[in-house]
């Protein structure tokens, strides 16, 4: 089928590069400039395993090209858009047969989603050449929106005096950063929220069935539904993260090992193991927002939402707790270096969106502190941006900074070198901000381990 993927994302991008590894031709249209020449050249804007190499592929097999000039096209046809903006005249798809909208829904100061982006890329749909368009929203939205992008497609149409013949549907994604690839290719679920009667005949429907694994529960449901359960099964996985780190503080307190209580819980079939790994708290481009934004949606309609509110506080008090905790323990920040190992929010993944470190190097330079960061996955000047000092090793970190905090469950760090450690670091705290070691080992070393 020829597809378009509107917003190359995180979301956005791996769909696309799987759809054209798939056999299907599909154009990723992304507005940053930056990120587009990139792309073109066949490199990816951030780093997900496996995602370059098969963007690579996907690129030679001329199934797969990159374009900005959706959002120009207003009167022109997509094929006649197409024509214009690929060099390659031997690869034009033709006319689109669905458009899939993968831009960010970020939050706003009043605590729901922003849609200026999602609602630019419809507007940039309203072609009066080709009115029967199947746009499918991946981006995730709160309970309603589809049906307002229903309406501002009709109301555009109406505009152009043509009705709009298309169908709008609602397929959440639930990949996870770091398993991107094979989360695509092998989803635990696919959910569709739109008109069940037509969906199997309907081309999303014989797209969907081409690409999932028969094993794979395929679920149509309506559009809230759909919009709701996506946002729900966040906020549940955000709440298990804030449960055993609140149970974290407990055990610490009556000096209980905290993987072991998890692994006591987890062992219970009725709960599960995932997601119940005490430490610094919840980050991401999407945690974050959509808790947030579920418990103020929940509250503008009148439901209760102390749990949402209180699976919220937890995470700041994680990550406002660890650092005050190590910081304690080190003294005055004042001319003197902390030194981060891993940045990223976890490991697997360069996103830094809502990373716990953030909250660490606030307090400890705002105390006149300097911070020195090392994350295997991140490139320095990336990180440089955020105005710290950056290095290309976990020991030149060591080696020059006062205090060490390890904030990602990378491999290095989980199967750090401690005797290295010891010969080249000159401190003696270690803060473990996901409960990776064992204080028994470190006290031996002589190190003081804070989680
Ligand atoms: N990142 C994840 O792990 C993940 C997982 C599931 C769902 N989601 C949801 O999917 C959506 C996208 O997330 P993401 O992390 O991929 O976002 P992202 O911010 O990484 O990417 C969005 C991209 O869309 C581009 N864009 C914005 N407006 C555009 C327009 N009008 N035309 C073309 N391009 C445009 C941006 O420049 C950006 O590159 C969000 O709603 C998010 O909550 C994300």
Redo the contacts with the bound molecule.
């Keep these: 089928m020829k597809i378009a993927v509107?917003?190359?994302?995180?979301?956005?991008?791996v769909s696309a590069v799987s759809w054209a590894r798939a056999g299907h031709k599909v154009i990723g249209?992304?507005?940053?400039e930056e990120?587009l020449s990139l792309l073109k050249a066949g490199k990816t804007?951030?780093f997900e395993p496996g995602l370059e190499t098969e963007l690579k592929l996907a690129l030679e097999s001329q199934a797969l090209h990159f374009s900005?000039e959706?959002?120009t096209m207003e009167l022109m046809s997509i094929e006649s858009l197409v024509t214009n903006s690929l060099s390659n005249k031997s690869a034009i798809l033709g006319a689109v047969d669905l458009f899939f909208l993968?831009?960010?829904?970020p939050i706003l100061p009043n605590g729901l989603f922003d849609l200026t982006?999602l609602f630019?890329?419809v507007d940039?749909l309203v072609v009066p050449e080709n009115s029967s368009l199947s746009i499918i929203i991946?981006?995730?939205?709160l309970p309603g929106t589809t049906a307002q992008v229903e309406a501002r497609l009709k109301d555009g149409f109406e505009k152009l005096g043509k009705v709009f013949k298309g169908s709008v549907w609602f397929a959440?994604?639930?990949?996870?950063?770091g398993t991107?690839m094979s989360d695509t290719i092998n989803p635990s679920r696919v959910i569709i929220g739109g008109n069940s009667e037509v969906f199997k005949e309907s081309k999303l429907g014989q797209f969907i069935l081409s690409v999932t694994p028969a094993s794979t529960p395929i679920v149509i449901t309506d559009w809230a539904s759909a919009e709701l359960g996506k946002l729900a099964s966040n906020a549940m996985l955000a709440s298990r993260i804030s449960f055993i780190n609140e149970i974290g503080q407990v055990a610490d307190t009556v000096g209980a090992d905290i993987n072991l209580v998890a692994k006591i819980i987890g062992l219970d079939p009725r709960i599960g193991s995932k997601f119940l790994k005490a430490g610094v708290g919840f980050g991401?481009?999407?945690f974050p927002?959509?808790t947030t934004a579920l418990k103020n949606f929940g509250a503008m309609h009148g439901a209760s939402t102390d749990l949402l509110t209180a699976v919220i506080s937890t995470n700041e008090k994680a990550k406002l707790g660890f650092s005050e905790r190590v910081i304690k323990r080190f003294g005055e920040p004042h001319g003197k270096t902390l030194g981060i190992l891993g940045m990223a929010y976890k490991e697997g993944t360069d996103?830094i969106r809502n990373s716990p470190s953030l909250k660490i190097i606030e307090l400890f330079t705002q105390a006149g502190g300097k911070v020195v960061v090392y994350d295997p996955l991140i490139a320095r000047d990336k990180l440089e941006r955020l105005g710290v000092e950056a290095k290309a090793s976990w020991e030149e970190v060591a080696q020059m900074v006062d205090l060490i905090t390890i904030l990602t469950a990378d491999p290095q760090f989980v199967n750090l070198d401690w005797q290295k450690m010891r010969a080249i670091y000159s401190g003696t705290i270690i803060g473990d901000g996901r409960r990776l070691y064992s204080k028994k080992i470190l006290t031996k070393l002589g190190l003081n381990l804070i989680t």
């Design positions: 509107i917003g190359m994302g995180y979301v956005g991008l249209v992304e507005s940053n990120k804007p951030f900005k959706f959002l993968c831009v960010g829904t982006d630019e890329a940039s991946k981006s995730t939205v959440p994604e639930f990949l996870s950063e991107a991401g481009g999407c927002k959509d996103d």
